[in-house]
């Protein structure tokens, strides 16, 4: 049997105002040919599909013409999605019953029965192939409050559904069949960029949850999404995030983007292959630590020339300021004329000063100079002092105010 586990896809995602709706198309295209070329049997997708809860028309589009495509031209391939933070559980599970027809399954919402305990069958799926049930997906969506058994932390809640999936599956699959579990959530010993403030918010500080809940003898694989950087975890061959398809923010710039191929032969896993993808569009980010205005537009004066495409990469410039730039934008705008780069944010970065503010009682506030005040506000924020021509501007101003 052979799966092939992606993540992350975000579905909708405007990139500093981008549409990327051509960047998502040319991976559903290399998706499909992936899938194609190396006789795919199952294909595990773990969550945030879209990239809000509300996707638009067109993003919905995007997503239901990939499913018809890749089954009509697939038609043994079986599907396993999971919701992830990004999604309305509810609406991605809403066309189950037209989905499943085609055979994809989607797990989004965490069922309960009539006396409110969790029905922990809901979220088996049988994988088959060639008509035979040959191992067992427990295919849990991203979880929120209510969704896991009380426990003193969301850790411990979310290990223990977990723990309770995996000891009733028991009940129903036959002992010899292999066991892969899928999950939205951020476990322990994964790693995330550093300044990646995009990622951050989307883990939204829950508790990170140990890989040692998967270590069961029967599960082959553990399929992870929410964060976007592919890696394993803690060590683990067989626990892994896919990574996101397309970088979310500058700082996944060095990211490598792909899927996760697994073969499980007679019960066992057999091999985990890596298989790349290299997006549409790249992402540039200019200088490698912040310059003032005036070396960036010599940088830019580098970059190639031609006309703006779908491919054409997004640029992040890093400027160091040292006093107030007000044309800043217009300059760089004006450089990059004639360049086939899409500006996608000009980063200010200023001078860190080491000076300690002071607390002062009203009557000594009285007797401060608005212009040493002044003064004093432009040095601890561009790290210099405020040149002569706004000295004498200002100094026209404070006059005027005076008389």
Request: a negative charge.
């Amino acid at each position: 049997m052979i799966m092939l586990h992606t993540a992350d896809w975000h579905i909708g995602q405007y990139f500093f105002g981008y549409d990327r709706k051509e960047e998502h198309t040319y991976f559903f295209d290399w998706l499909k040919k992936t899938i194609k070329e190396q006789q795919v049997d199952i294909l595990l997708v773990a969550g945030d599909i879209f990239d809000s809860p509300n996707p638009s028309a067109e993003s919905q589009k995007i997503y239901y013409r990939f499913l018809r495509e890749v089954t009509t031209e697939n038609p043994n391939l079986q599907i396993v999605i999971i919701a992830g933070n990004h999604d309305s559980s509810g609406r991605l599970e809403a066309p189950n019953p037209l989905l499943e027809e085609m055979n994809v399954y989607i797990r989004g919402i965490v069922s309960k029965n009539e006396d409110g305990e969790i029905d922990c069958r809901q979220l088996f799926v049988p994988l088959s192939k060639d008509g035979e049930v040959q191992a067992w997906c427990i295919a849990v969506p991203y979880l929120r409050q209510g969704d896991y058994p009380n426990a003193e932390s969301y850790a411990k809640g979310v290990s223990a559904l977990y723990d309770k999936l995996h000891s009733e599956l028991q009940q129903i699959k036959e002992t010899d069949l292999p066991v892969i579990v899928m999950g939205h959530l951020q476990a322990t010993g994964s790693e995330i960029s550093e300044n990646d403030r995009s990622e951050r918010t989307i883990i939204g500080g829950l508790e990170c949850i140990s890989p040692e809940v998967f270590d069961k003898k029967d599960i082959v694989y553990t399929a992870l999404g929410h964060l976007h950087k592919p890696q394993r975890v803690s060590k683990r061959e067989n626990v892994r995030y896919a990574g996101s398809p397309l970088p979310m923010s500058f700082a996944e710039k060095n990211y490598k983007q792909g899927a996760n191929l697994i073969e499980i032969e007679n019960g066992q896993l057999k091999n985990i292959e890596r298989l790349d993808f290299e997006p549409l569009v790249g992402l540039i980010s200019l200088p490698k630590q912040p310059k003032p205005l005036a070396e960036i537009l010599e940088e830019i004066k580098s970059l190639p020339d031609g006309e703006i495409t779908k491919a054409s990469p997004y640029l992040e410039l890093k400027v160091l300021l040292t006093e107030p730039e007000p044309s800043m934008r217009n300059q760089i705008e004006e450089a990059l004329q004639g360049k086939a780069v899409r500006l996608a944010i000009a980063v200010p970065f200023k001078v860190k000063s080491d000076r300690k503010s002071k607390v002062i009682t009203y009557e000594e506030l009285k007797t401060i100079n608005p212009m040493e005040m002044a003064e004093d506000v432009f040095t601890s924020r561009y790290g210099n002092e405020m040149p002569d021509k706004m000295k004498s501007l200002l100094q026209t101003v404070i006059h005027e105010i005076n008389l």
